[in-house]
């Protein structure tokens, strides 16, 4: 009954293998082609077949085969990364998540295997990400319909191409749409170690903009505020060193921030506020410590401070989607460049469950983990 319930699985992964009796599987393939020569290579996939804790509800299977319809592009994956909102999703804690059964994993890059007859302008061997960023990276092979995948640049590195997607494009456009921020302007930022952080690091750097960081008091703060200042960052503090009644004293020469961006809450989000100066504009997009953003009343009446959120999904659920194509080829174009750059760790896919076990912190800080097949 194993194999005939991943039968029935999946057609809830963006399939269309739609054999559901129990017969055996031999037979039900045979019924299959009788109808589309076209098939994928089997796949090895990271299910879970109902939400829970991430270490417990994963599992690697195998896979079989499925048709290419004629609109259909097979995908080789050659990487995809292990986000945080792909823990939430199989957690069930996420707002938007793909019914279970279900393969994690939400973006990734991967190599064309085979096209549908109707498929122009791609070719065995091109690389394709999903993009707007589409859910069941973790498998080996992936087949979705054409419109699903953007063709980029071979020459990029592998592990950048595969988290472009999520992160370097949130901090862009979290930069580009909350102010005209201009050449010696300045923003502040907690979560500046995140590949997020790096990003605005970088991104501010290029366009002329001063960069204030906040980081958490840790073992070897010194060397990852130097890590940082290696990026572009103008000044990085630990949350302790800004316990101070005037923190804005501590900017010398900088220009108080228009804007700021948190992904933690809590003090750290306090922190920041603290740092805007008068009519600036804080964007929350994530809240890691799980605690409330809390603002003082002088904050909104005598500061007139603004609060704004962004949720990458929905942007892109908008008209956005074809035009975030070309901020990400410009984006990947930065990281050819080496204009942007952050530490990841490549794990063979054989290696998934000790990656996840990084990704969810067990042993620390670690780099972001890209599972590599």
């Known amino acids: 009954m194993a194999l005939v319930r991943l039968a029935t699985a999946r057609t809830h992964y963006g399939s269309s293998f739609l054999c559901l009796r129990s017969e055996s599987l031999p037979r039900c393939w045979s019924q299959i ?45 050659l990487a995809a990364p292990i986000n945080p909102s792909d823990i939430n999703r199989i957690e069930g804690v996420y707002p938007v998540r793909p019914h279970v059964p279900a393969v994690g994993g939400y973006e990734g890059v991967g190599e064309v295997h085979s096209l ?35 063709k980029i640049n071979k020459d990029v590195p592998m592990e950048y191409a595969a988290t472009v997607t999520i992160n370097p494009l949130t901090a862009l456009r979290m930069l580009e749409d909350f102010g005209n921020l201009n050449p010696g302007d300045a923003i502040v930022q907690n979560g500046a170690t995140s590949i997020v952080g790096q990003c605005i690091i970088q991104l501010a750097r290029i366009r002329g903009i001063h960069s204030i960081n906040i980081i958490r008091d840790r073992v070897g703060s010194d060397e990852v505020k130097e890590k940082l200042k290696g990026l572009g960052a103008d000044e990085v503090f630990t949350e302790s ?23 933690v809450g809590g003090n750290s989000a306090t922190l920041v506020l603290k740092f805007l100066r008068q ?26 401070l603004s609060l704004r959120g962004f949720w990458l999904q929905k942007w892109m659920s908008s008209d956005k989607a074809k035009e975030s194509r070309k901020m990400i080829d410009y984006l990947l174009g930065l990281t050819q460049e080496g204009k942007i750059k952050y530490e990841m760790e490549l794990v063979p896919f054989s290696n998934f469950h000790a990656a996840l ?4 912190g067990k042993f620390g800080s670690q780099p972001k983990q890209v599972i590599k097949f």
Not at 35 to 63: D, I, K, N, Q, W
Not at 132 to 143: D, E, I, L
């Open 116 to 150: 549908g007859s109707a498929v122009k302008g791609l070719s065995p061997g091109d690389w394709v990400i999903p993009s707007p960023p589409s859910s069941g990276t973790w498998q080996t092979y992936v087949v979705k319909e054409q419109s699903v995948w953007h």
């Open 357 to 360: 076990d990084k990704a969810l």
């Open 33 to 77: 082609r009788a109808f589309s020569a076209a098939m994928s290579p089997p796949s090895s996939a990271v299910v879970y077949e109902h939400h829970g804790p991430p270490e417990s509800v994963t599992r690697v299977v195998e896979l079989p085969p499925v048709e290419v319809k004629e609109n259909d592009v097979c995908v080789k994956m």
């Open 279 to 304: 009519g600036g504009t804080m964007v929350t997009y994530g809240g890691m410590s799980k605690k409330p953003i809390t603002v003082s009343t002088s904050s909104f009446i005598f500061k007139d």
């Open 241 to 263: 060193q800004l316990e101070v009644k005037n923190v804005k004293g501590l900017l010398a020469n900088l220009p108080e921030p228009a804007l700021g961006f948190n992904c």
